[in-house]
DNA sequence: GCCAACGTTGGC
DNA sequence: GCCAACGTTGGC
C-alpha cells in the first residue's frame, strides 16, 4: 500500500467538500502534468492512501487523509469544451489526462502545517518540502507517512 | 498582489 | 533539438 499527497485548493475543493460528497467520494480531475499524470495513470492503485494538502490558501498545510477507491481512468473534463480543464489535443482514443477518485477518510484535528513539516529533520527529500515543488501529485515513503500521521494526529 | 521557480510552447 | 518567451504555480 504505498502513499502520496494530493495538492488542491481549499477554496475550490478542499478535505471538507471531500466529506460532504454522495459517499464521501469524488474523482480527482484537472491535473494536467505529464508527471503527476504518469503516476495517476500507471502508479497508483487501489487502496493506496492519499494525503489531502491545501495550497494557496490561509492554512497552507495537510488537512487529511483519503483512500484510492478507483485506479486511474480517462479524465472526462478533456473532452469537455465548457470545462476550463478541456483540452483540444486530447484523443479519446488515446486520451492524455487521466484521474482517480479518491473517498475521504480522515480530517485532522488541526491542519498539518506547511511550516511544521519543513521543520521535521526526516522529512527532506519529500517533494513538498523541496524549493520550487509544483508537481500537484507526488510520492511519499512509508516512514515520511507514518511520521506525518504521527505529527498530524497529534 | 508579488515574484521566483518551474513547465510548456514554438520559431528557428 | 535548442532555448527564449510565455503562462502557471504557490508561498508569502
Redesign the pocket.
Same mark, same amino acid.
Not at 494536467?32 to 508527471?35: F, G, L
Not at 523541496?130 to 500537484?136: I, M, P
Given at each position: 500500500m504505498a502513499y502520496w499527497l494530493f495538492?488542491t485548493e481549499p477554496d475550490t475543493f478542499g478535505i471538507d467538500d471531500l466529506k460532504q460528497r454522495p459517499n464521501q467520494t469524488e474523482h480527482w480531475d484537472g491535473v494536467?502534468?505529464?508527471?503527476a499524470r504518469n503516476f495517476l495513470r500507471d502508479d497508483i492503485k487501489e487502496g493506496d492512501w492519499v494525503f489531502i494538502y491545501h495550497?494557496?490558501?490561509k492554512l497552507?498545510g495537510i488537512a487529511g487523509l483519503a483512500q484510492v477507491v478507483r485506479e486511474g481512468y480517462p479524465d472526462h473534463t478533456q473532452f469537455d469544451s465548457q470545462s476550463k480543464y478541456h483540452d483540444e489535443k486530447s484523443d479519446p482514443d488515446n486520451p492524455r489526462w487521466y484521474m482517480v477518485d479518491v473517498k475521504f477518510s480522515e480530517r485532522f484535528n488541526k491542519v498539518l502545517p506547511? &511550516?511544521a513539516i519543513k521543520e521535521m529533520p526526516e522529512i527532506r527529500e519529500l517533494g513538498l518540502v523541496? &524549493?520550487?515543488?509544483?508537481?500537484?501529485i507526488m510520492p511519499v515513503t512509508e516512514e515520511e507517512a507514518e511520521l506525518l500521521l504521527l505529527r498530524a494526529r497529534g
Open positions: 495538492k494536467r502534468n505529464y508527471q495550497s494557496s490558501c497552507v506547511l &511550516k523541496k &524549493k520550487g515543488h509544483r508537481l500537484s
